[in-house]
């Protein structure tokens, strides 16, 4: 007996599941729902299969191939035009030379074929539908039979005051050939509305089979969340993917569970997902294949396709979500909102129920959203972000991606250029670093590794060198998350303009990738040691012999692997007694350490060998206000600076330490390209923690002052700072409202708007150029007054947003 499976549904219902997706190629738990159909017509022997095809049929075509890997034969025909459910397999009529089985390709089922198959024998049919008594028969055909089973009454889709039974046609049937007769090749018709009531009309043997097991057509969203959790109850007769590790959990191949993460059952979980700790999936999460659920997720009754990430602290509440779709930290999605494939959800979202997002859309961090996005692409963020590009290792940027970037890059500079290129020490910077050296390779760029290093050493090799530019990629733990930052240099060391980000983005999104001849491709240039001349150039601009004469003793902790050779270098060259604690020492440890060791001070190191944070030997930490203030201190002091450039929030009392000093302070924006330029070199105590550590010591040793009575030089600075959260799409209108509001008063546009208070004082509004945040600083003689003000600008941009 051979069989036809009716693929070519659109499902309408189902988008945006079916946007680019076929429906039978929809998954129930990872196995596209076709597949069940093959496996229960394999399981009655029935391996001879047409497939009619018509909505994306490559899909189909491209998954199942001949059949040959599910043990069957299938054979496909295609639909130029719709033809309807009937007209469909006319296509087929040659195939289907003898008794035949119709199934849908996007229906679930365990039905025994083999008992209808037998009645409709015993009934001596030209054509048995498979029925079943269903809650809501308002979707289907219903069927009325007599005491013979013979069908008398059939309606299509009928409404309440029209159901005259709750038995309904499931669209499987078993057809003799002879129904040929009744198709005309090439004219649309339906088994429902056309070929049945002909068939009735006549008078042929037309049987209704009353099928016992479970059936559903999948027809719509509900309906396709209802099916896995039939599925997982067990209420569905047919083989489960996967292995059962624990009553109610199936998982597929390398599943990786993390300690603390918590698994209610039941469950599905598919090959190669992650479940970090601390994550929690609740009954009925189905996690499809090579997935991510990030640390402090909680899943509930929720369905997820292959490849999804779901960030930390993220919450899903019965949700549907589609191939490749990325979700960033902090976001919540509620009850029946649908994901389609390959959307792009930032930080904080709020997705609210029944609502639909269409395929590749992006939704912005921090937005609400409630209605369905259907039409357009809304664009999520720039390549760059901070002026770096950044993204979860592996998830976001992957080797392939590192590369794009790099040949954009490399087609936004003159072929045989010569840059620099270098990665920390983690073992996965050095594999983004590998592929984006190929990259630009590829571009006819040459390169010059540097690696390991960090990045303060890096941007000054780049400028004692002269080079035409630089990439230094490293790795970033930003709670719990691991990602991977690639930064880019101009040929000063400096981090490039933001006309040149603009020109490597355009370039990589329209893929304008140079590619050079084969015998002009770019060549790894071997480099001499570099950390020598970063040293040399950090003691020359001190006086080392008084650092050495001081002795100093140094608690020190510094937040990335294996690179504290350099520091330790550095300080033994200064004669300094140096104990290390481990990266994860807290504070109040670090605190306990120097006051029982008696040392000058604590050191904090970050990852980037950018910040420094100090600790007193008293026990007290520096914030960051006082470091701000101790950097003025230093460079217009001792490192014979006359104008110092420090961020526009800079408190007002660093002016009067600046004019004491005979120096000027000049505010900049608050990013390091814009300090660093003013200052002429990318030597600069705010980016470079071991330039700022030895600097200090020098101070010290100079003055003979320790650092609690260095402190005692700095102002007592009183500066409010508030943050609020905006939706990036709205920034503009915020911005404008305040400029509206603003206009009679004295104000600053460095970098945001400063606001200058009649009474003294000022107030800054700065939006975050990569977050939907706005801080505001607020500085006044009268602290309460300069809360207040914070608090009446923090609640005029809440209300600007609503406009």
């Not at 043997?205 to 479970?214: R, V």
């Not at 090959?271 to 659920?293: D, F, M, N, W």
């Not at 045989?416 to 983004?432: T, V, W």
Request: hydrophobic content about 40%; some cysteine.
């Amino acid at each position: 007996m051979k069989a036809v499976i009716m693929a070519g549904g659109k499902g309408t219902r189902l988008r945006p599941l079916t946007c680019n997706l076929p429906k039978p190629m929809v998954p129930i738990l990872e196995k596209p729902v076709m597949e069940y159909a093959i496996e229960l017509l394999k399981s009655y022997g029935i391996t001879e299969i047409a497939v009619t095809v018509q909505y994306l049929p490559e899909h189909i075509k491209q998954y199942f191939g001949d059949g040959s890997r599910f043990g069957v034969e299938l054979v496909y025909y295609e639909e130029t035009s719709p033809l309807g459910t009937a007209g469909s397999i006319k296509n087929a009529e040659e195939f289907l030379d003898e008794r035949f089985i119709v199934i849908s390709g996007d229906a679930l089922t365990d039905f025994n074929l083999q008992d209808g198959i037998d009645f409709h024998v015993e009934k001596e049919a030209l054509v048995t539908i498979f029925m079943k008594q269903v809650e809501n028969p308002l979707e289907y055909g219903v069927i009325m039979t007599d005491k013979d089973d013979r069908i008398i009454r059939f309606f299509e889709k009928p409404s309440w005051n029209e159901v005259f039974s709750d038995t309904v046609n499931t669209g499987i049937y078993v057809l003799e050939p002879e129904v040929f007769d009744y198709l005309e090749e090439g004219v649309p018709t339906d088994f429902s509305k056309d070929l049945f009531p002909i068939l009735m009309g006549e008078r042929k043997p037309l049987f209704g089979y009353a099928a016992e097991g479970y059936w559903s057509d999948i027809g719509n969203l509900v309906q396709y969340r209802k099916s896995h959790e039939d599925f997982l109850d067990g209420l569905i007769n047919l083989p489960l993917p996967g292995k059962e590790i624990m009553p109610g959990l199936r998982v597929g191949e390398n599943v990786v569970i993390e300690q603390h993460a918590v698994v209610n059952t039941p469950a599905y979980i598919g090959s190669g997902t992650t479940v970090r700790q601390h994550a929690k999936l609740y009954p009925y999460s189905v996690i499809g294949s090579h997935s991510e659920v990030s640390s402090g997720s909680s899943i509930k009754r929720s369905i997820l396709w292959n490849d999804v990430y779901v960030g930390n602290n993220s919450e899903l509440r019965g949700s549907t979500i589609a191939n490749g779709t990325f979700i960033d930290e902090g976001t919540s999605l509620f009850e029946h909102s649908v994901i389609g494939n390959q959307v792009q959800i930032g930080k904080k979202v709020t997705i609210k129920p029944e609502v639909k997002v269409w395929p590749k859309k992006g939704i912005l961090d921090n937005s609400i959203i409630q209605t369905s996005l259907i039409w357009g692409k809304k664009s999520t963020k720039s390549l760059f972000s901070n002026h770096v590009v950044k993204g979860i290792a592996n998830v976001e940027i992957t080797p392939d991606f590192a590369a794009r970037v790099a040949s954009a890059y490399g087609a936004s500079i003159m072929q045989g250029k010569k840059l620099g290129i270098a990665s920390d020490y983690h073992p996965f910077s050095s594999l983004i670093l590998q592929a984006f050296e190929q990259g630009l390779h590829s571009a006819g760029i040459h390169t010059v590794n540097l690696s390991p290093t960090l990045s303060p050493m890096f941007r000054y090799t780049i400028e004692r060198e002269s080079w035409d530019g630089g990439v230094f990629i490293r790795m970033e733990d930003v709670d719990n998350s691991m990602k991977v930052v690639i930064e880019f240099l101009d040929e000063e060391g400096y981090p490039v303009s933001s006309d040149f980000e603009r020109k490597i983005e355009n370039a990589f999104w329209q893929e304008d990738y140079r590619r050079a001849p084969y015998d002009r491709i770019g060549m790894n240039i071997p480099v001499g040691e570099h950390k020598d001349y970063y040293l040399e150039a950090l003691f020359e601009r001190i006086n080392p012999r008084s650092v050495h004469e001081s002795d100093f003793h140094l608690v020190v902790n510094v937040q990335f692997d294996n690179q504290e050779s350099i520091i330790a270098k550095m300080l033994k060259r200064l004669n300094c007694r140096v104990f290390s604690v481990p990266s994860e020492t807290t504070s109040q440890e670090m605190i306990n350490i120097v006051r029982a060791s008696g040392a000058h001070l604590g050191v904090w190191i970050d990852d980037k060998g950018e910040k420094l944070k100090l600790l007193t030997n008293n026990g007290n930490w520096l914030n960051d206000d006082q470091m701000l203030s101790l950097y003025v201190l230093l460079s217009l002091r001792e490192l014979n600076v006359k104008e110092y450039a420090i961020p526009v929030y800079g408190s007002s009392e660093l002016d009067q330490l600046a004019a004491s000093l005979d120096g000027k302070l000049i505010r900049t924006k608050a990013d390091a390209r814009s300090i660093m330029k003013f200052g002429g070199t990318v030597l600069n105590v705010q980016f470079d923690a071991m330039f700022a550590l030895v600097s200090i010591l020098n101070m010290m040793a100079n003055r003979k002052e320790s650092l609690s009575q260095l402190l005692k030089l700095l102002p007592d600075i009183q500066l409010i700072r508030d943050q609020v959260d905006c939706p990036t799409v709205v920034k503009g209108r915020v911005m404008r409202k305040l400029m509206e509001e603003t206009r009679d008063q004295i104000t600053d546009l460095v970098d945001g708007i400063k606001v200058y208070h009649p009474n003294g004082g000022w107030t800054l509004i700065l939006p975050d150029i990569v977050d939907p945040t706005f801080t505001i600083y607020s500085q006044a003689p009268d602290l309460e007054f300069a809360r207040k003000t914070s608090e009446s600008f923090k609640n005029k941009i809440k209300t600007y947003q609503q406009l």
